[in-house]
């Protein structure tokens, strides 16, 4: 099994390896039997996940892109002719994508590389690199980073989102633990190179028709916020690892009372 990094290996020997991810961390939200669960039956991919792993790719792997994916015929689908062309266009075996999907992931991909602000945090790094480690509770980590910007020792990642707007992606990235992820990445690069990583970047890309982008930057708070809630899912994946028990809900009375929000409300 590989340590250290980075390594330019494919996603499918990365998914091998049988170390723990941030992914399978998240789950850990809920109770460990909820992600035990799921992380042995994931859910099916939704639309809105296929798109943002095209526009991912577009952005990174560029000629991967163009390998993987087609754009699908406009056709009527309850027709003869119609059933027979996508059956023909799926016979390439690429995925296919509507037509202006297709043109938006790769005019984010120029996007990005034409302006000078988006650019920094492109140019000069390494793409799609992984990332293993031994945690001192025990686990063995991985990690995939995006971007590895190894002369600012800055990690940048592509996140897809409906809005870019301060509030609404800080709302986003607050619900699906974006701040975690950085932790723990942070922490895997920095135990790997024995160097704390500088800074950590996410470039917000539109999957809506507004197409737009925005950079964001993790501040010391708000990783170190990630960093607790990661370690906390990360000694619980431990404990039931070793003791083969993935509990669920406490067997307890719950007291069920007013949210605090609606407590600030008058009636």
Known sequence: MLLGGPHAISEETYRADPGVNISSL???KDTPSKARRRIDRPRQTSPAQALGTAIHMAILERDRFLDS?????????????????????RESGKELLDKDEYEAALALSVKLREQ??????????????????????????????????????????????????????????????YHAQAAYYCDLVASVTKTKVDGYVILAVEKTEDRDCRAFWIDNDL????????????????????????????????TLSAPRWAQDQSF
């Open 26 to 28: 998240k789950h850990f």
């Open 69 to 89: 994916y087609a754009v699908k015929p406009d056709v009527d689908a309850r027709t003869k002719a119609g059933k027979e062309a996508l059956a023909a266009a």
């Open 116 to 177: 000078p602000f988006f650019r920094q945090f492109i140019e000069g790094g390494e793409y799609e690199t992984s990332w293993f480690s031994r945690h001192e509770y025990g686990a063995r980590l991985k990690g995939r980073l995006d971007i590895w910007l190894p002369a600012r020792n800055i990690i940048v990642d592509i996140k897809t989102c409906e809005s870019a707007d301060e509030y609404q992606f800080g709302r986003d990235a607050w619900k699906y633990s």
């Open 223 to 254: 990783l170190e916020n990630g960093r607790s809630l990661y370690r906390d899912w990360l000694a619980k994946w431990v404990a039931c690892e070793q003791t083969g028990t993935w509990p669920g809900y406490d067997k307890s009375l719950v």
